[in-house]
Structures are given as structure tokens and as C-alpha cells.
């Protein structure tokens, strides 16, 4: 596990690991996450490498608070004391979830995606973020096309995060429009 994956390990899901105090929106100040991470854990880090990591990271996955004090993952807690911060507004017509095929499997056995121990279903607007969403888990990745017009309009409401992370409680296999599977 690199230092940016265990920042992630960290804000999403392990704050206690190594003693951190996170508020109800995920935030822990970054003083003690440098301190602690330097104290507890076998990396090094000055919040220089703090703010390359943030800056490079391909999927926006962390943010600071606007006085640079504080510093979040954007979504994706498996934490229940964590809640998003989203803004619920109107999604595009069409979204896009990464997944691998043996998900998929599963998904059309159930009946819905399920949000599993996160907050929500994890939809993006642009495919190529969906993409990089399915490859991480290193089997066959495939992208599911939502047509969250008609979830919306059958009543589904769904909150955009500070990284474009569209989310959703649910997405029944009705929903889906198109499988897309790698060339």
C-alpha cells in the first residue's frame, strides 16, 4: 500500500487507527493527521507531500477545508458517522458505473447495485472516471450506462460530491441502458 492509498485507508474507512478526530463530514485537521501518520505509521509525510498528493490525484478524492486546516476524503466512507457532504441536484440524463464482470454478475442475481458498506452508489458523468473506477480491482472491468433520467424521474434523488461523484441509494438493473466492455 503507497502513502496516497493509505491516506485513503485513513479518511474513508480507519481514522482510529491511528487516533485521528474526525467531525461528521469526514474532516480531520491536518496538522494531527501529519503528526499521527509521522508518529504511528511506517510513512513519512510534511504537508508538502500532503498537497502533491491532493494536487495529483486522479480521482479529486480528498479536499481541504477552505481555511487549509482540515482535510477530507470526498466520499466513499464505509464509516455510518460520516455524512457526505452532497448537494442534491438534477443529474444528467446519463451516468456511469465502473465495475468488473463478476460484480455484474451478482448485480443482475440481485436485482440492483448495491451501495454495500458505503453511503451511497457511486455514479460518474464522465466515462473515463468510471473506467478508472473498474480497472482498480485488477479483474474484468466493465462500465455499466445508468439512465438516471428515468431514476429521477421515477423519483430517485441523487447528491453530486465536491469531486463530481454523483450518489444514489440504489440502482435497479432496470435502470441500466448499456454494458460497455473494454476493447
Known amino acids: ?5 493509505y491516506l485513503s485507508y485513513l479518511l474513508r474507512h480507519h481514522p482510529e487507527s491511528i487516533g485521528l478526530n474526525m467531525n ?7 496538522k494531527q493527521l501529519i503528526d499521527n501518520i509521522n508518529k504511528k505509521a511506517k510513512y513519512t509525510i510534511n504537508k508538502n507531500l500532503l498537497d502533491d498528493i491532493v494536487r495529483k490525484d ?7 477545508s477552505e481555511d487549509g486546516l482540515y482535510i477530507k476524503a470526498c466520499q466513499r466512507h464505509s464509516m455510518s ?15 456511469y458505473h465502473g465495475i468488473t464482470s463478476s460484480a455484474y454478475k451478482k448485480i443482475l442475481k440481485s436485482g440492483y447495485i448495491s451501495k454495500m458498506k458505503r453511503h451511497a452508489v457511486h455514479t460518474q458523468q464522465d466515462i473515463n472516471k468510471a473506467w478508472l473506477s473498474a480497472i482498480r480491482w485488477y479483474l474484468t472491468p466493465i462500465v455499466l450506462e445508468i439512465d438516471a433520467k428515468a431514476m429521477v424521474n421515477d423519483g430517485y ?3 453530486v460530491s465536491d469531486n463530481n461523484v454523483w450518489c444514489v441509494d440504489q440502482v435497479l438493473v432496470q435502470y441500466i ?3 460497455i466492455y473494454e476493447d
Open 1 to 5: 500500500m503507497g502513502l496516497s492509498q
Open 157 to 159: 434523488l441523487f447528491g
Open 24 to 30: 461528521e463530514h469526514g474532516y480531520v485537521l491536518v
Open 58 to 64: 486522479n480521482e479529486q478524492r480528498y479536499k481541504y
Open 177 to 179: 441502458r448499456n454494458v
Open 81 to 95: 458517522c460520516v455524512t457526505p457532504e452532497l448537494i442534491y441536484i438534477t443529474p444528467p440524463d446519463i451516468l
